[in-house]
């Protein structure tokens, strides 16, 4: 499997399709996991509730510079 492919199926589950349009590949370095990015995103999600684009927006870059 590519890198390509395995970064587009593994998006987080909770953050709504447009939302989902608007993140495109996380920003992993060689070795890390998407699995564990994607359920710190998730887990951020659970805790805020995100209610629009910004909030996930916010919510995404607080797990990227995680």
């Known amino acids: 499997m ?3 492919n395995a970064t587009n199926s ?3 589950s909770l953050d709504p399709p447009e939302v989902q349009a608007l993140f495109g ?13 994607n359920k ?3 887990q ?3 805790l ?6 910004l909030e996930w927006l916010l ?3 607080i797990a990227d510079h995680t």
């Not at 805020?48 to 684009?53: I, K, L, R």
């Open 10 to 12: 593994a998006v987080p």
């Open 59 to 61: 919510l995404k870059d």
């Open 25 to 37: 590949d996380p920003p992993l370095m060689r070795g890390e996991d998407i699995g564990a990015y």
């Open 44 to 46: 951020f999600g659970e």
């Open 2 to 4: 590519s890198q390509k």
């Open 40 to 42: 710190l995103l998730d």
């Open 48 to 53: 805020v509730e995100p209610t629009d684009v």
